[in-house]
Nanobody, 119 residues
Framework: QVQLVESGGGLVQAGGSLRLSCAASGRTFSRYAMAWFRQAPGNEREFVARISWSGGITHYADPVKGRFTISRDNAKNTVYLQMNNLKPEDTAGYYC????????????WGQGTQVTVSS
């Protein structure tokens, strides 16, 4: 069982930065690939970024490439999402999720943290 708790959201002006954190409970955190998703009101949830269990492989959705960076610290059971050059269209609830095996469903989800970018 893994419990995920996101933090770090807030209100920022366009062009600004935020760093989201996702703290995981449980000793098996390092076995899971981790990802960030986001969902804006009226929109479907969309993939943002993913990082392998070791941190060696990352993937990003096209809209955030070059602006967002996902990283993890397995010693701290935490995954991060550094978001730079934020745009109003990045406004959404951001959720972290844990995946045990590539191609399978994300098994665990956090409650989300809100990011609002003003123009």
């Amino acid at each position: 069982q893994v419990q995920l708790v996101e933090s770090g959201g807030g209100l920022v002006q366009a062009g600004g930065s935020l760093r989201l954190s996702c703290a995981a409970s449980g000793r098996t955190f390092s076995r899971y690939a981790m990802a960030w998703f986001r969902q804006a009101p009226g929109n479907e949830r969309e993939f943002v970024a993913r990082i392998s269990w070791s941190g060696g492989i990352t993937h990003y959705a096209d809209p955030v490439k070059g602006r967002f960076t996902i990283s993890r610290d397995n010693a701290k059971n935490t995954v991060y999402l550094q978001m730079n050059n934020l745009k109003p269209e990045d406004t959404a609830g951001y959720y972290c999720a844990a995946q045990q095996k590539l191609g399978t469903a994300y098994e665990y989800w956090g409650q989300g943290t809100q990011v609002t970018v003003s123009s």
